[in-house]
């Protein structure tokens, strides 16, 4: 019996066996697969931790400091470590780069970092997991505040050294202040977003808000206080205009006529007029007064043939010194250093004791022909009479010949002799031609125009043929202003393209209205320096001042102004406003003048930045009683300056010299609201309003109410190469726009 069943027990023990170990290897491989899966999952999560460190201590750091594509760290830098005192991987190849945003000039800032982790495999192989992580990021610009001053302290004549917000000042959106926020005793404000006061403020003065019980200006409608405490953010940002300027894709030149040699300076107005489609530009010449009287002429009759420097040219005529001589090799007089006229001119007028008189050391004479095709130049050393005629000497290096058909002056051809240099006072019949109607700053050839003080607007183009009572400017009748002896050119149309515009105003200032279809930027420079017209040795200053003529919209915003909002579609129009110096409200017909009596308030669409002023109402001109005279004698200086009675088709005068009569209004020149929906940038705050309390005792005053509002479309299309926010080491500040894993 035993050995029958001995005999069955070993092929089932051997299947009991093989099964055995089936399931132990089938187990064993399984463990294997774990292992090696659990360590190239930990790998990844190491490599993609490593990449995230890389892009963080490495990428966002740099990020807002590059100008170009950068590459850093290739070979890799080992990171972190594990429970075994073991590297956790690397991080390389940290990608830095910026390039343009879709349909607009400003950048995306784009870095990326990769990771790196490795590990052995149970059987022995190593293997290395790449990990690749990015962010992009855009910079904040000064476009997302609806209100930004570095300093709340105010800009304009007659500057008291106080503004404040009052109880018909409404603002919607985020306002910020590098300095102090004054609020006016008399109501308060209302403010609908964040409030931004700066940490240094509240260290100088205490406190960042001042003035009146308007702690419930400052509440949101739960009751929540909407006022952030933030640091000073760096204004003006470096560069900022001229990145602009050096993008310009139209470039208008305002500073043709300036500092040519031989004549005395003249300045360009420029205007830009918006209109579905595109824009049209014009311009005019005109002089800042004072305005000196014409250059000093005489005539005479070109001698060609006397020659020797004794001889005396004939009654009436004029020649070069000794020789006399023109080169037709080289097209210029020979080397000369005197100029010879009788003190006889051709109209037989002795001119010997006036020439002695107007004639000095230094002085720019000009002599040319009626058909101006031949011009000789130079400087006067030293003249003197002799013998019925007047040597006037020179450089014989500083003589300049221009000619048009190569040939010199001829025997017996008129010429006109002109000092360009000579002053003979005052022109006559040029309106409120007194330096202090245009400039509050002493007239002693050193000082200049300021940003903040009289700005320049009024030129006779603007009321051409307004004489005499006639209903003449800008407004009434185009075609004659577009037209007139003052143009400087044609008129022209730019259709507004399918990209960004930047429009360069180059020297000059610039006035703005109109239906804005498009996206524009307007930039001008911080000021330009001219020869004063009444005397050419003084030197002043013309502010690249931006001046709002009318209203100034988008094509598609509704009737109040306000633009479309994100949320119900938003609008693509955008206009970016540049100022060096201000951006003015002009006192016009259209913009409320003489107390709303043609026409009230103003409605802007646009992101306003003053370079070096601030955003202001043109309140110095105006028709108050009593306030329309030069005051010299308060300790701020002027606050009006006697024009205002006489502008917007007033000019009665006949002759030489003002009619002081005018037209005033009393103590009522305020002219309405400026409803903006746009943001305003400003170095200093400029003056809206001018009432009681103030040199203005005067109730309403002259100027405006404001109703600021925030376009919200500027936080996704901000105006062509508006300035960036950035810090005070000039680097650009950045808000983050993606994060992600770099698939491959």
């Given amino acids: 019996m035993r050995n029958k069943y001995l005999g069955s027990v070993a092929p089932l023990a051997l299947l009991f066996t093989l099964v055995s170990m089936t399931f132990t290897a089938a187990y064993l491989k399984n463990s294997f697969s774990q292992t090696a899966m659990e360590k190239y999952r930990y790998s990844e999560w190491k490599a993609l931790y490593a990449a995230e460190a890389g892009l963080h201590k490495v990428g966002v750091v740099v990020l807002p400091k590059i100008s170009g594509d950068t590459l850093l760290l290739p070979d890799g830098v080992e990171y972190g470590k594990d429970e075994n005192d073991e590297y956790f991987g690397q991080y390389k190849d940290i990608d830095c780069k910026t390039e343009l945003q879709e349909n607009s000039t400003r950048k995306r800032y784009v870095a990326q970092a990769t990771g790196v982790a490795e590990y052995t495999t149970p059987n022995g192989n190593d293997v290395s997991i790449e990990r690749t992580v990015f962010t992009t990021m855009v910079p904040r610009g000064f476009e997302e505040f609806m209100y930004f001053t570095n300093e709340e302290v105010p800009i304009g004549p007659g500057n008291t050294g106080t503004v404040n917000f009052g109880s018909n000042d409404v603002l919607e959106g985020k306002v910020h202040s590098n300095g102090q926020m004054v609020m006016s005793i008399y109501g308060c404000p209302e403010f609908t977003g964040d409030v931004n006061i700066t940490h240094e403020a509240i260290e100088e003065f205490g406190s960042g808000i001042t003035g009146g019980d308007c702690e419930n200006s400052f509440l949101d409608e739960e009751g929540n206080s909407i006022i952030d405490t933030v640091s000073t953010i760096i204004f003006p940002p470096d560069n900022s205009a001229e990145v602009a300027r050096a993008n310009a894709t139209h470039t208008f030149s305002a500073d043709d006529m300036l500092w040519r040699v031989g004549k005395k300076d003249t300045m360009i107005m420029t205007e830009i007029n918006f209109v579905e489609g595109g824009f049209w530009v014009a311009q005019w010449w005109y002089n800042i007064p004072p305005v000196g009287s014409p250059a000093v002429e005489y005539d005479f009759i070109w001698d060609s043939l006397t020659t020797g420097s004794a001889d005396a040219p004939p009654v009436g005529y004029s020649r070069f010194g000794i020789s006399n001589l023109f080169d037709d090799a080289t097209g210029a ?58 040597k006037i000497f020179f450089s014989s290096d500083d003589l300049i010949y221009f000619n048009a058909d190569g040939n010199g002056f001829s025997d017996n051809e008129p010429v006109k002799f002109i000092n360009t240099s000579a002053t003979t006072g005052l022109a006559g019949d040029v309106e409120w031609n007194s330096f202090y109607y245009y400039h509050d700053h002493l007239d002693n050839g050193t000082a200049y125009c300021e940003a903040g003080r009289i700005q320049h607007f009024d030129f006779e183009y603007w009321n051409y043929g307004g004489i005499s009572g006639t209903n003449c400017d800008i407004f009434s009748c ?11 050119g044609s008129r022209l149309f730019y259709p507004k ?13 610039v006035l703005v209205r109109g239906i804005v279809d498009g996206q524009y930027s307007i930039v001008t420079d911080d000021y330009t320096e001219y020869r004063r017209h009444d005397d050419t040795d003084k030197i002043d200053r013309v502010w690249g001042n931006i001046w709002l003529i009318d209203d100034v919209v988008y094509s598609d915003s509704y009737a109040s102004g306000q633009t479309i909002h ?19 409200i002009a006192n016009t017909r259209p913009n409320g003048a003489r107390g709303k009596q043609y026409g009230e308030d103003i409605i802007i669409n646009a992101s306003i ?18 306030y329309h005279d030069f005051n010299d004698g308060l300790e701020y200086g002027i606050i ?23 037209v005033y209004t009393g103590t009522n020149d305020f002219r309405g609201d400026v409803n903006l929906w746009g943001s305003i940038v400003q170095f200093k705050r400029g003056y809206m309003l001018r009432n ?41 500040v950045l808000k983050m726009a993606s994060y992600g894993e770099a698939k491959k």
């Fill in 692 to 732: 009681y309390l103030g040199p203005y005792n005067v109730t309403p005053g002259v100027g405006y109410d404001k109703n600021y509002n925030y376009d919200y479309n500027l936080l996704v299309n901000p105006p062509p190469y508006f300035p960036d926010l950035e810090t005070e080491n000039s680097n650009v």
């Fill in 609 to 626: 930045l003053a370079m070096n002023g601030g955003f202001i109402s043109h309140y110095w001109q105006n028709t108050l009683l009593g």
């Fill in 333 to 390: 007089y020979e080397p000369q250093n005197m100029l010879i006229v009788s003190t006889i001119d051709a109209g037989g007028n002795n001119i010997e004791a006036e020439f002695d008189d107007l004639v000095n050391i230094g002085d720019e004479i000009r002599i040319e022909n009626e058909a101006g095709t031949k011009i000789a130049t130079f400087t006067v050393t030293n003249n003197f009479p002799a013998d019925n005629n007047i």
């Fill in 640 to 662: 009006a300056d006697g024009r205002g009675g006489h502008r917007n088709y007033y000019q009665e005068q006949i002759g030489i010299g003002p009619d002081y009569s005018g």
């Fill in 566 to 584: 994100p949320n119900d579609g938003g609008s693509t129009n955008v206009l970016g406003l540049i100022a060096g110096g201000n951006v003015i």
């Fill in 497 to 509: 393209g399918s990209t960004p515009k930047v429009i360069y105003i180059r020297g000059g200032q």
């Fill in 478 to 488: 185009p075609s004659i202003i577009y037209n007139s002896d003052y143009a400087y």
